[in-house]
Nanobody, 124 residues
Framework: QVQLVESGGGLVQAGGSLRLSCAASGGTLSRFAMGWFRQAPAKEREFVAA????????DYTDSAKGRFTISRDNAKNTVYLQMNSLKPEDTAVYYC?????????????????WGQGTQVTVSS
C-alpha cells in the first residue's frame, strides 16, 4: 500500500515562494507518473501539474505555467512542486497523487493514490 505524505505548505505573502514535497512509502514511484492537484474551499479539486516517470515530460495547468515547476527524485521516492510568484488565488489544499499509469494525465481518475494534502495560503 503506497502512502504519500505532503509537506512544505504554509502562509506566504503574494509574490512569495513555497516548495512542496511529496514523500512516498510502501512502494516505488519510479514507474509511474505523479501529479499535483489543489482544492480551494467550495471548489472542485483541480489539476496543477504532472510529471512522467522519468521526469522528462511535464504538464501544467495554464495558471501554473511559468510560475510552478514540478520535479522528482526517484532515488528519494519524492516529488516536488516549486511555486514562485504566488497569488492569493493559489490558496488551496495541495495534494500529490500517484498515477495509475506511466503517462501523464490531467484527469483525477488516472491517479490511484493520494496524499492527505498540505494547506497553502497566500495573503494579499
Amino acid at each position: 500500500q503506497v502512502q504519500l505524505v505532503e509537506s512544505g505548505g504554509g502562509l506566504v505573502q503574494a509574490g512569495g515562494s513555497l516548495r512542496l514535497s511529496c514523500a512516498a512509502s510502501g512502494g516505488t514511484l519510479s514507474r509511474f507518473a505523479m501529479g499535483w492537484f489543489r482544492q480551494a474551499p467550495a471548489k472542485e479539486r483541480e489539476f496543477v501539474a504532472a510529471i512522467s516517470m522519468s521526469g522528462g515530460s511535464t504538464d501544467y495547468t495554464d495558471s501554473a505555467k511559468g510560475r510552478f515547476t514540478i520535479s522528482r527524485d526517484n532515488a528519494k521516492n519524492t516529488v516536488y512542486l516549486q511555486m514562485n510568484s504566488l497569488k492569493p488565488e493559489d490558496t488551496a489544499v495541495y495534494y500529490c497523487a500517484k498515477g495509475a499509469y506511466s503517462g501523464i494525465y490531467r484527469s483525477k481518475s488516472r491517479y490511484n493514490y493520494w496524499g492527505q494534502g498540505t494547506q497553502v495560503t497566500v495573503s494579499s
